[in-house]
């Protein structure tokens, strides 16, 4: 196997375009875990300059399915945030977050576990960041009232978006750009991550009541505070409400069929925020996608352009021979190396231009493992399956090692320290970097459970 | 008419590194004109007499109000007695902490219309007023324009 591989390298022609995408790659990326440039910028010029310098064509970065912009991504992404912006004024949001804690009786534990829960189940469908922004301002509420230290209940709802966001297609942008390049659906992700992501929330939350479970004590009269709370007040527009869960019903629906109705996921979501916008009875439309992240939209806009020129030169499918040698072509093992690397790799830096470097990675490693298949058969290889998964897992649990692996992080980190409760670097891996590796290891006994052992 | 004829002399005014509790017993009892009747808002000068901010009762409402709040609203989950212990933990911050730093001035020999401008497009209700030198040298309210817009309006001739 490992002779048959390194006689298909000599395909690959380093010559000048090689080392001005690679260069240019580097140099990005560099750039990107500096941080004195912001990403966007860094990602937008590097791809302009290589179209101007005709590594990759404008027809190849802004058409081509194999080397341009993944759209199915923007669109997806681009379409649930504006769903999210038109659902937010309606205050459902915090009637959630409020009857969380009253359910918990305004008991410490039991709110940090049932906001866990409620963050990780709500990331899961939405974005994390908007998770998080949509649960931390009551979380910094309810601690207030009950005078407790906000810190560990920021920590662990972050963490627990992370996780939860593991679990679907639509959780987490790792899996939609995977699910993209691989082809896979909504019913996939469920069928394959959402069980053991279950088996990891459980974990956590036995593993937080563990660790911060008995420092929490609340008196009586300040519980009253939290109990008095009338969550029914939240609600602000109870009609734009039931049109919005009308539509988020439809397009979970969508989500849920779109393999059936051979949709993408990306139509599925544009529907539902097209649907919405029409019937929520919104006259100017420029506010609700005025308010869309523009600026992680055009990061992935760059990214995918950069990323295409680097797979078009040869680079890598350069990467994936020499990954295949390292591994003499095991692919257990290179299932194994591809979760734990894309784990330390996404504590360190951002796991979105990770996995867009490894998506091309696995399909070329795949090119080499069986030359004669393509399209579907190549993509959903029975051998291959679990390497997705593994990519999946690694990459998003990965991002909870560290106060800068994921986006959900750094916002926490920023709220709590606006608050004046600044969260250290050390602080945050101190509980991360335990339950990162714990998640880890769970993921890992069940791939090679029921992958290698059961093949189910 | 300018600036200068109708804004009330400088006098007042509150330094960086005071405490929130020091500024607001200011302007409590700053001057206004002749009556010492408290002012909604007063210049911050530093050591050298510049110009370098303005704290209002604005600025003092935000102090209290956690930003949280501002991001969802919580309006209506909020308690009796927790303004008041949110103020007695922001009575040592400085004023530096929350001073507006890019103050809306004019100066003394700039037109009243100038004036009514920047109040409205700047939504402020009092602005210092600036010599040559840059020194403050009085303040200009919105109820002293009003009364020259009143002036104007009801002068027969």
């Given at each position: ?327 003499h072509g095991n692919l257990f093992g290179t299932s194994m190396i591809v979760m734990w690397f894309s784990a330390f790799a996404s504590a360190f830096i951002d796991n979105i231009p990770y996995v867009a470097t490894m998506n091309p990675l696995i399909i070329d490693m795949a090119k080499q493992l069986w030359p004669n298949l393509s399209g579907i058969e190549l993509l959903h290889h029975p051998d291959l399956m679990p390497m997705w998964w593994s990519l999946a897992l690694g990459a998003c649990l990965g991002g909870n090692g560290t106060a800068i692996g994921a986006s959900a992080n750094v916002i926490v980190v920023g709220m709590a320290e606006k608050m004046g409760h600044p969260i250290s670097f050390k602080q945050f891996m101190l509980y991360g970097m335990p339950l990162m590796i714990e998640s880890v290891i769970i993921c890992m006994i069940y791939v090679w459970l029921r992958y290698y052992v059961l093949m189910i | 008419m300018k600036a200068k004829d109708i804004m009330i002399p400088f006098k007042d005014y509150l330094k960086p590194d005071n405490t929130l509790s020091e500024a607001v017993n200011l302007l409590k009892g700053a001057a206004r004109g002749e ?123």
């Open positions: 196997m490992t002779q048959e591989i390194a006689s298909t390298s000599g395909e690959i022609v380093m010559g000048l375009g090689f080392w001005i995408a690679t260069t240019i790659f580097i140099l990005a990326y560099a750039l990107i875990i500096w941080e004195k440039v912001h990403k966007t910028i860094i990602a937008v010029f590097g791809a302009a300059l290589l179209i101007v310098l005709g590594i990759v064509t404008q027809e190849e970065a802004f058409n081509s399915l194999d080397l341009g912009v993944d759209w199915n991504v923007i669109f997806l992404l681009v379409s649930m945030m504006v769903i999210i912006n038109i659902m937010k004024p309606t205050g459902v949001f915090e009637y959630i977050a409020i009857k969380s804690a009253k359910v918990a009786k305004g008991r410490p534990f039991m709110i940090m576990a049932i906001f866990s829960t409620v963050t990780a189940v709500v990331s899961a469908f939405l974005d994390n960041v908007t998770t998080v922004l949509l649960i931390a301002p009551v979380t910094l509420l309810i601690c207030q009232a009950l005078e407790l230290d906000v810190v560990p209940f920021l920590i662990t709802e972050a963490l627990a978006s992370n996780i939860g966001g593991t679990a679907t297609l639509i959780g987490d942008p790792p899996n939609i750009m995977i699910a993209s390049k691989a082809q896979l659906d909504f019913m996939a992700f469920i069928y394959h991550l959402t069980p053991v992501i279950i088996v990891v929330l459980i974990a956590y939350i036995i593993s937080i009541k563990f660790i911060f479970g008995r420092r929490m004590v609340v008196k009586e009269d300040l519980r009253q505070r939290v109990m008095a709370m009338n969550e029914n007040e939240a609600i602000k527009d109870t009609v734009l409400l039931k049109k919005s869960l009308v539509v988020l019903a439809v397009t979970m629906t969508g989500f849920v069929l779109h393999g059936m109705l051979h949709l993408q996921p990306a139509t599925v979501a544009l529907f539902g925020a097209g649907l919405l916008l029409l019937i929520s009875g919104i006259k100017e439309p420029r506010h609700v996608l005025a308010e869309a992240e523009w600026s992680s939209l055009f990061f992935f806009i760059g990214l995918f352009i950069i990323i295409g020129a680097v797979v078009k030169v040869g680079l890598i499918k350069w990467m994936s021979i020499k990954v295949l040698e390292l591994t | 009556a010492k009747i408290g002012v909604m808002g007063l210049p911050v000068l530093d050591d050298k007499g510049k110009l370098v901010g303005m704290l209002s009762m604005t600025d003092i409402l935000r102090a209290v109000h956690p930003s949280y709040m501002d991001m969802m609203n919580l309006g209506d989950f909020t308690w009796d007695g927790m303004l008041e212990s949110l103020a007695k933990q922001v009575r040592d911050k400085k004023v530096k902490e929350l001073m507006t730093r890019t103050v809306i001035i004019v100066h003394e020999d700039d037109p009243l219309m100038e004036c009514v401008d920047r109040i409205l497009k700047n939504h402020v209700r009092r602005m210092p007023v600036l010599d040559k030198t840059e020194r403050v040298v009085g303040m200009v309210y919105l109820r002293e324009i009003f009364f020259a817009i009143t002036k104007a309006m009801l002068d027969e001739k």
